[in-house]
């Protein structure tokens, strides 16, 4: 057997009970096309979920994987809460986590030395004040308001310290139950790519240049986050999803949900990792300078955000935020934004298998 074949069937769905049509079992594997794509080229690349048995290139997917997994794997839809009874025993046995994991104290010492929290007195941060501040520089003309309406907002913090410390407490459990560390910026360490490696310039598909006021909303976005200002999520334990976030409070379209964190690494070193939350920074013309965010060591808020199989009815209309890339002076970075408005309570999931190509979108230009 070929080595494409050994990679193809080694993920292929175990059989369920009961007679399988005979079509499907007269089926080759040289019939499997990615979902995302429609190709069926690129086999090496190309895998099933142990749960549906469709095919995904790992390339195609959001976050990619740089591999093959060595074990089992399931797609989006399959590890869902609407999938079938049989689909989610599967997913949850398969979830990191296997229980619900210790809270980290609710003690505000805790936290603040925990999320390295400035201390001390420091400007009041409202984000509500500063988007009333922007209306009232913007000109008085229908034109000028829609063309602002366009822009990046920046998050608007829970009023309540209390409610703000619990938000924190939730995110410092996920990150301590994944022996993970908190960072809220993308990390550069010895034995993988350097920061001079990180040039949008390089780019060969598609980025947005991030303009100067968006620019500015996100610096002011992580300066609140500094002085324990922090956006209105909660970071929630399902036995079937594991970790997942929610929305504290109403969001509004457009709004800069966080920034996808984590060790920046090539994508050829990452050849044997099975991690399954590594995310495109840089796709190259040449695939030794592609770079890759890797948030299983220090990360934020956004490896716990749950990508969503946007190419299925069902994935499209669950889907709240989109996944973007951005040239900010110069480097990569990757944006987690609200892509319509979202309720509190709501469950958040971006673009997980979205097209390379599709940078920029129409929604954000």
Request: charged content about 25%; glycine content about 8%; some cysteine.
């Amino acid at each position: 057997m070929g080595a494409a074949g050994q990679l193809r069937r080694r993920t292929r769905a175990r059989t369920p009970p009961g007679p399988r049509p005979e079509a499907a079992a007269a089926g080759d594997d040289d019939d499997v096309r990615c979902e995302a794509c429609g190709s069926g080229d690129a086999a090496p690349e190309l895998m099933l979920c142990d749960g549906c048995d469709r095919g995904f290139h790992i390339f195609c997917l959001r976050p990619i994987l740089p591999r093959v997994p060595a074990g089992d794997w399931y797609c989006p839809s399959c590890r869902s809460p609407a999938s079938s009874k049989s689909q989610s025993a599967a997913a949850a046995a398969h979830t990191v986590v296997a229980k619900k994991p210790k809270q980290f104290p609710l003690v505000q010492t805790k936290i603040v030395d925990f999320f390295k929290i400035q201390r001390g007195p420091t400007a009041p941060a409202d984000a509500s004040a500063e988007l009333k501040k922007r209306k009232r520089k913007s000109g008085g003309t229908v034109v000028a308001s829609k063309k602002k309406s366009r822009r990046l907002l920046p998050f608007i913090p829970s009023s309540d310290p209390a409610q703000r410390l619990r938000q924190m407490a939730s995110l410092a459990t996920a990150l301590t139950a994944t022996g993970a560390a908190f960072s809220n910026e993308l990390t550069y360490q010895p034995g993988m790519a350097p920061r001079s490696a990180n040039r949008a310039a390089l780019e060969a598909g598609g980025m947005q240049v991030m303009n100067r006021e968006d620019a500015e909303t996100l610096a002011r976005c992580q300066r609140m986050m500094a002085r324990g200002e922090w956006p209105p999520l909660v970071v929630a334990y399902d036995p079937v999803e594991g970790f997942t976030v929610e929305a504290d409070r109403c969001i509004r379209d457009l709004t800069i949900i966080t920034e996808y964190v984590g060790d920046v690494d090539f994508l050829h070193n990452r050849e044997h990792d099975d991690g399954d939350s590594i995310m495109t920074l840089l796709s190259a013309a040449s695939p030794a300078r592609s770079l890759v965010i890797c948030p299983d060591r220090r990360s934020n808020i956004a490896r716990f955000i749950n990508g969503i199989n946007n190419h299925t009815p069902e994935g499209r209309k669950k889907q709240n935020l989109k996944c973007v890339r951005f040239d900010v002076g110069g480097e990569c970075r990757v944006l987690l934004v609200a892509n319509r408005d979202i309720s509190k309570g709501e469950r958040l999931y971006y673009d997980y298998n979205g097209s390379e190509h599709e940078y920029p979108t129409h929604h954000f230009v």
